[in-house]
């Protein structure tokens, strides 16, 4: 049986419409609720979440600076933003509809398949029926970070199109990310609780709306075609050969240099002819040549300075070293005796 979602973070639950109010007021603290309808249902309403933002959080990994909310309440309420968040709410209905005021400049209603994108920094007013809202919040500076991590420096705020259809596209993919992160945040061992795990998750869904979801950015994330500067291609040259005995990511080595990871591998292209993860792995060879050539093969194998490396394919390591040098691995390991024998 699924379990239900976030049901473990529970804060309350209450049927006291009144009660419900207070309790999310004390919560949240800086936002306006007005309940317009009391008698709409009876039952219980709670309030559950992985996170509130500011209070507490889901983990102490980068996962925190994503707040998951479930929302379930037998009556309709409005909702108007207080003190601005810097943040932006994804938000999908899975029961009920919601009415959303952006300012005077934007209004829609949003249920089933239609969510909502509404940053929380400016004038907010939202009507909610009785029902179910899930809702995912992404501080502004983590789109910011991965954002720029595309394409470079971005001069002016990020404006998104705030009505998002989970029928099909980038839509449905990020109302499935984020119902199976809540579904997984039921379990109590979940993985979401490691820290790799959770700044991979972070990337991914901040990702997924970037290229997903029309925003004012869309159009130079998919014409990024400028190439990093020569001197960023010498920063990405000296962190692959300062680390080449450890496992590196692209995003490391673009971040060394000061570039977005597109911009590295056209600047790669146009000033190398190569591309930086061949001449990572062109380093490697080289060390392992090097370390193998002065290496006594009585103390050493092979396969003990090819993983050292990073090669845990030993078979085609030793076959991209004999294109590079001319000869097996085991063979520079052995001609280090003849070279002493000769001496």
Not at 89 to 114: D, K, Y
Not at 254 to 263: I, K, L, N, P, T
Request: with cysteine; glycine share 6%; aromatic share 8%.
């Amino acid at each position: 049986m699924t379990k239900e979602p976030l049901r473990r973070f529970r804060l309350f639950e209450t049927n006291d419409p009144d009660d419900a109010m207070t309790t999310i007021d004390r919560l949240y603290g800086k936002k306006k609720y007005k309940i317009l309808n009391t008698s709409s249902g009876h039952g219980t309403r709670s309030l559950s979440a992985a996170s509130v933002y500011g209070t507490t959080s889901l983990s102490e990994a980068s996962v925190s600076r994503l707040v998951w909310c479930r929302l379930i309440t037998a009556f309709d309420f409005t909702f108007v933003q207080g003190e601005p968040e810097h943040c932006i709410a994804l938000a999908f209905q899975a029961s009920g509809h919601r009415h959303v005021a952006l300012g005077s400049q934007s209004e829609f209603t949003t249920s089933g398949s239609i969510g909502s994108l509404a940053p929380q920094d400016r004038p907010l007013k939202s009507f909610f029926s009785r029902g179910e809202t899930l809702s995912l919040m992404i501080p502004h500076s983590v789109i910011q970070q991965n954002l720029e991590s595309m394409i470079g420096n971005a001069s002016t705020p990020i404006e998104f199109e705030p009505i998002v259809d989970s029928r099909n596209g980038g839509g449905a993919m990020l109302r499935r990310t984020i119902d199976m992160v809540a579904a997984q945040l039921a379990e109590p061992e979940s993985p979401l609780g490691h820290p790799a795990v959770a700044a991979r998750l972070e990337e991914f869904i901040v990702h997924a709306l970037l290229h997903g979801q029309p925003h004012s950015y869309r159009d130079a994330i998919a014409d990024d075609h400028r190439a990093a500067a020569p001197k960023q291609v010498r920063r990405a040259e000296a962190f692959i050969h300062g680390h080449s005995g450890e496992t590196i990511r692209l995003a490391q080595i673009a971040d060394a240099a000061g570039c977005s990871v597109r911009a590295l591998q056209l600047a790669f292209r146009t000033f190398r002819d190569t591309t930086h993860m061949t001449l990572l792995k062109q380093t490697r060879l080289a060390r392992a040549h090097s370390e193998l050539s002065q290496s006594d093969p009585e103390a050493t194998t092979v396969t003990e300075v090819a993983i050292k490396y990073g090669f845990y394919n030993v078979g085609r390591f030793a076959q991209d070293y004999k294109r590079t040098f001319g000869q097996r691995p085991s063979e520079t390991l052995r001609l280090r005796v003849g070279r002493q024998r000769s001496v």
